[in-house]
Every structure is written in structure tokens, then in C-alpha cells.
């Protein structure tokens, strides 16, 4: 007989002893209950930079006699849990093999196995301090453990609406005297295939360019000091004369 044959139901077999003539049958019921196995619901990756983490397992009907288990494949942490939640910041960078199994009411097993990762958070980046003048391509750099995969946002939300670039150095913008008046932010994460890094600010500094004006001091042909430029104006004297320009 197969239970997993015969499947969830109640058989019926009769069971005849036959000597000679006569014959006795005496019925004999069979039950077959459900095994209900466990299922995960969600997702059994995680970042190392969370303090918890929910494992979420559809346990099956009559839980009892739960035990959970969990054996490093790569990774020195050890994986405890609490009401279903663990601190991958504890535990750190790894693999691990999960098995979950429980009896039911009715005294029937079911069992899971599956793989938990937690990824390495990349390190926030620290970003230029650089002063830009009016004009000037602002150009900013970042510094961190993946200064190559850094995305540059305009919104501390970070998200794909407010993504402006990626790479490391960026391209801003050229400066304006808008900035000046206006100082512009920039929101910039580090990422990896699996995790992100906090998000870090940065307000561009912008100055303004210097207002210059040019003046001179020489003693003209006919003997006048004069303080007029004029940088198309060609000077006449007697050489050799002194001309002295200040800014």
C-alpha cells in the first residue's frame, strides 16, 4: 500500500480468512492525511546593514514541533532566530543552508530546505569639497568602498524619477551665478548588484566671479598722469616710460 499513491482519502479493505466452507471479513479503514509542505514566502536575501530581518515561511497547517536550522556555506556567522527574525548586521557577509521541519496534529512531517544570503552594504560615499567659480564645469568626485558605482540624484528620495548620472567623477553642470543666489544640492548612493549605501548630500559651493576693473598710471607725451583703460588706445611717449596696471 502507498499513501502517496493512494493519495489524501479514507480506503476501505476487507480482509477475508476462508477455510473451507466457511469465511470471516472483518473491514479495516485506512486514513491518508495531508502533509502540507512548507513554502517561503518572500525573499531569502538581505543586506548587512539591517538589524532585522523577517524569514518568512508558510508553515504548514497544526504546526508543532518546529525546528529550524542553519549551516554556514560561506560566512563564520550564526543565524538565530527570534519570532522569526534575525540581525543580518550581526552575522554578517555570507551563505547559509536552511532547514525547516515540523509534525503536524495528526503526527505527519514536512520539511524545507532552501539557501539565506546576506550581501555586503557598500560604504556611503564621501564626496569633493571643491569650490567652483561661476563658469566653471562643476565636476564632483566621490571617494568610498565602491567609488565606481555611485548614482547621482537630484531628490534626497533616491529614486529612478529623480536618478540624474551615474559614474564617478561626475558632470554636473557649468556653474551659473543662479547657483550663487540659489545653492543647488545633489544627492549621491553608492550600489552594488544587491544593496545600496545611505544616501549623502552635498551642496555645491559656487562663488561668484571677480568684478574686475583695470586702471593705469603713466605719464602721457605731454606730461599727464592718466588713469583711463582703454585696451585699444595706443600710448605714446618718449621711451623709456613706466606704465603700471592694477586690477
Same mark, same amino acid.
Given at each position: 500500500?502507498?499513501?502517496?499513491?493512494?493519495?489524501?482519502?479514507?480506503?476501505?479493505?476487507?480482509?477475508?480468512?476462508?477455510? @473451507?466452507?466457511? =469465511?470471516?471479513?472483518?473491514?479495516?479503514?485506512?486514513?491518508?492525511?495531508?502533509?502540507?509542505?512548507?513554502?517561503?514566502?518572500?525573499?531569502?536575501? /538581505?543586506?548587512?546593514?539591517?538589524?532585522?530581518?523577517?524569514?518568512?515561511?508558510?508553515?504548514?497547517?497544526?504546526?508543532?514541533? =518546529? =525546528?529550524? *536550522?542553519f549551516t554556514p556555506i560561506t560566512g563564520s556567522g550564526n543565524i538565530t532566530l527570534s519570532n522569526g527574525k534575525f540581525n543580518p548586521s550581526s552575522?554578517?557577509?555570507?551563505?547559509?543552508?536552511?532547514?525547516?521541519?515540523?509534525?503536524?496534529?495528526? @503526527?505527519?512531517? @514536512?520539511?524545507?530546505?532552501?539557501?539565506?544570503?546576506?550581501?555586503?552594504?557598500?560604504?556611503?560615499?564621501?564626496?569633493?569639497? !571643491?569650490?567652483?567659480?561661476?563658469?566653471?564645469?562643476?565636476?564632483?568626485?566621490?571617494? @568610498?568602498?565602491?567609488?565606481?558605482?555611485?548614482?547621482?540624484?537630484?531628490?534626497?528620495?533616491?529614486?529612478?524619477?529623480?536618478?540624474?548620472?551615474?559614474?564617478?567623477?561626475?558632470?554636473?553642470?557649468?556653474?551659473?551665478?543662479?547657483?550663487? !543666489?540659489?545653492?543647488?544640492?545633489? /544627492?549621491?548612493?553608492?550600489?552594488?548588484?544587491?544593496?545600496?549605501?545611505?544616501?549623502?548630500?552635498?551642496?555645491?559651493?559656487?562663488?561668484?566671479?571677480? *568684478?574686475?576693473?583695470?586702471s593705469r598710471s603713466y605719464l602721457d607725451s605731454t606730461g599727464n598722469n592718466t588713469t583711463t583703460y582703454d585696451q585699444y588706445e595706443i600710448i605714446?611717449?618718449? =621711451?623709456?616710460?613706466?606704465?603700471?596696471?592694477?586690477?
Amino acid at each position: 500500500f502507498s499513501p502517496s499513491f493512494a493519495g489524501i482519502d479514507t480506503a476501505f479493505l476487507t480482509i477475508s480468512d476462508s477455510n @473451507g466452507l466457511c =469465511a470471516s471479513t472483518q473491514p479495516l479503514i485506512i486514513t491518508v492525511n495531508a502533509v502540507d509542505t512548507p513554502q517561503v514566502v518572500g525573499d531569502l536575501e /538581505f543586506c548587512d546593514n539591517l538589524t532585522s530581518a523577517y524569514i518568512n515561511v508558510d508553515k504548514g497547517w497544526n504546526v508543532g514541533n =518546529a =525546528a529550524w *536550522s542553519f549551516t554556514p556555506i560561506t560566512g563564520s556567522g550564526n543565524i538565530t532566530l527570534s519570532n522569526g527574525k534575525f540581525n543580518p548586521s550581526s552575522v554578517g557577509e555570507g551563505t547559509w543552508q536552511m532547514q525547516y521541519s515540523y509534525t503536524n496534529l495528526n @503526527g505527519c512531517t @514536512g520539511s524545507l530546505v532552501d539557501t539565506i544570503q546576506v550581501f555586503r552594504t557598500p560604504l556611503e560615499p564621501t564626496l569633493s569639497s !571643491d569650490i567652483f567659480c561661476v563658469g566653471e564645469d562643476v565636476i564632483i568626485s566621490a571617494n @568610498g568602498s565602491d567609488p565606481d558605482s555611485v548614482y547621482w540624484y537630484s531628490t534626497s528620495s533616491a529614486d529612478s524619477s529623480s536618478l540624474i548620472g551615474a559614474g564617478n567623477p561626475y558632470f554636473w553642470n557649468v556653474a551659473s551665478q543662479d547657483d550663487v !543666489d540659489n545653492p543647488k544640492t545633489v /544627492f549621491a548612493r553608492a550600489e552594488n548588484e544587491h544593496c545600496v549605501s545611505d544616501v549623502v548630500s552635498y551642496i555645491i559651493p559656487v562663488t561668484p566671479s571677480p *568684478s574686475v576693473s583695470i586702471s593705469r598710471s603713466y605719464l602721457d607725451s605731454t606730461g599727464n598722469n592718466t588713469t583711463t583703460y582703454d585696451q585699444y588706445e595706443i600710448i605714446y611717449g618718449d =621711451a623709456p616710460f613706466d606704465i603700471t596696471f592694477r586690477a
